[in-house]
């Protein structure tokens, strides 16, 4: 006997097909999932390789050696880094390094070793230093010299350093040189006073510069010796140091650039005669009584110095004076004489203390004084009368 095969209801078909269709869109989610995942792999692996074709090769950042820096910012292959030392150091080793194909610097790392004692310039009457200084500009040099061939080349003038790389050739000179030549061979000094003259922004040096083969020279005037930055000027204090030549009558002052010897004598006025009480003050002797032209004279009389530069900027504070206690109950100050009024002015700066300004730039070399007065009072009656004598002695020079 056979056995009838039953066919699947309806409903039972249609679940089998929902089961089918969620199966097709769970498999259609993932494959879009992995799609869009393989894609971003092959996008990042693409920028890789792009960024690693264009990007080139650099060699790692040289240091600059110490008491020392680096000249240039580009580390790629073929390019060159240029090194130099601060004033009063000199380079050892190579002044020049290429980054090569091998992602390497040429040459060893240079040094900065300080200048020895020989080798600095001494002059009779001013301060010199030496130093090095970059390659700043381009010079022409005829490529043929009148020069006999036997003759040693001037000092101004050096054979290039040539090294080949990469199928060509590459020429450089020392620092304080310039290429030049018609195939870059010839080296020429590079005269950095006349790029950066005197009076003009970045100027090298403070009073005045001396060009030399590679280098320059900062000099001083007689009186000043070169400050620690080699370009600058520090006054000489000949006083202080002993380098004056005043008699022992006198008295020295250190100027800005030099000195003065100064005789400080108390005054003859009628009915009043003073005595010397210290090297800078003269006081007056008691007065006769009811002598009027004697208790009008100045009670005391200081006498001051001060150096001040050239074209120093006004308006500014030069002296102060205080009394040390009143008496009465009024303190006046104000200028008594002497010249240079238009430069000059006193202002009361507190209860017991006027102040002398500077209110015009004065230009040197000069010489001008001025006389801060104090009076005390007392009910309009005048007690004392105390006169500071301000002597300025203004330097040729701005410095």
Known sequence: MSSQQECPSTIDLLNSLRQVEKMLVVHEASYQHGLRALRKKIGALHNIHVNACLLPATCPKPEAPPNGRRLGRVFGIGHEVHFLCKPGYELIGPRTRACLESLKWSGQPPMCRPFSSSSGLNGSNSSMASFSSAALSASSLPTHSSASATAPPPASIRPSHCTHFLGSTRCTCDVGFTISGRDNNVCTDIDECS?????????????????????????????????????????????????????????????????????????????????????????????????????????????????????????????????????????????????????????????????????????????????????????????????????????????
């Not at 000949?238 to 800005?256: D, I, L, R, S, W």
């Not at 050239?310 to 009143?326: E, G, I, K, Q, Y």
């Not at 015009?360 to 001025?370: F, Q, V």
């Open 195 to 399: 790029l950066f003259p005197l009076g003009q922004p970045g100027r090298l040096c403070v009073h005045q510069c001396v060009n030399t083969p590679g280098s320059f020279h900062c000099v001083c005037p007689a009186g000043y010796s070169l400050a620690r930055d080699a370009r600058s000027c520090s006054d000489i204090d000949e006083c202080k140091n002993g380098m004056h030549n005043c008699p022992a009558e006198q008295t020295c002052v250190n100027t800005f650039g030099g000195f003065q010897c100064v005789t400080v004598e108390c005054p003859h006025m009628k009915n009043a005669t003073y005595i010397k009480t210290s090297p800078m003050r003269c006081e007056r002797n008691p007065c006769v009584v009811a002598d009027a032209a004697c208790t009008q004279a100045p009670n005391s009389i200081t006498f001051h110095f001060l150096a001040m530069v050239s074209n120093m900027s006004a308006p500014r504070d030069l002296f102060r004076v205080s009394a040390a206690r009143v008496l009465g109950d009024t303190l006046r100050f104000g200028l008594a004489g002497g010249h240079g009024r238009g430069y000059f002015s006193v202002q009361r700066t507190g209860r017991q203390t006027g102040t002398l300004l500077l209110v015009r730039s004065i230009k040197g070399p000069a010489a001008l004084e001025a006389e801060v007065e104090m009076s005390e009072l007392q009910q309009g009656t005048l007690l004392g009368r105390y006169v500071t004598k301000v002597s300025l002695l203004v330097s040729a020079y701005e410095f």
